[in-house]
C-alpha cells in the first residue's frame, strides 16, 4: 500500500555530513508521520527522528538531537535526514518508516524501506 525507498547512505569521515532520502510512494496519505530508524551490528533497531507530514512536528532521539534534521516535502512524498558531526558510533543501516503518528518505537510503524548503509570511519 506504501512504498518506501531509501536512498544517500555512504562512506564518510568523522565530523563528516550526508544527507539521506526516503522517497515514498502508493497511498501515503493514509500515514501521518514519518521516521527514521537505524540499527548497527550486534544492536537493536533504534529510533533517530520522525516528522509528521501535517504541520512539521518533529522529534529526535538524544544521540542526534543537535547534529541530525529530518524534514519533509510532501509534494514529493519525500522525508530526508540531513546529518552532521557524524561519529563512528553513528555507523548503521538507516531505515525509513511510515505509521499513523510519530513515534519512539519501531512497532507503531506499519511500513518501511529496505534501509541504506551509513558507514562513519575514524
Known amino acids: 500500500q506504501v512504498q518506501l525507498v531509501e536512498s544517500g547512505g555512504g562512506l564518510v569521515q568523522a565530523g563528516g555530513s550526508l544527507r539521506l532520502s526516503c522517497a515514498a510512494s502508493?497511498?501515503?496519505?493514509?500515514?501521518?508521520?514519518m521516521g527514521w530508524f537505524r540499527q548497527a551490528p550486534g544492536k537493536e533497531r533504534e529510533f533517530v527522528a520522525g516528522?509528521?507530514?501535517?504541520?512539521?512536528?518533529?522529534r529526535y532521539s538524544d544521540s542526534v538531537k543537535g547534529r541530525f534534521t529530518i524534514s519533509r516535502d510532501n509534494a514529493k512524498n519525500t522525508v530526508y535526514l540531513q546529518m552532521h558531526g557524524l561519529k563512528p558510533e553513528d555507523t548503521a543501516v538507516y531505515y525509513c518508516?511510515?505509521?499513523?503518528?510519530?513515534?519512539?518505537?519501531?512497532?507503531?510503524?506499519?511500513?518501511w524501506g529496505q534501509g541504506t548503509q551509513v558507514t562513519v570511519s575514524s
Open positions: 518508516a511510515a505509521g499513523a503518528a510519530i513515534a519512539a518505537v519501531s512497532t507503531m510503524y506499519e511500513y
Open positions: 516528522i509528521s507530514w501535517i504541520g512539521g512536528r518533529t
Open positions: 502508493g497511498r501515503t496519505f493514509s500515514s501521518g508521520a
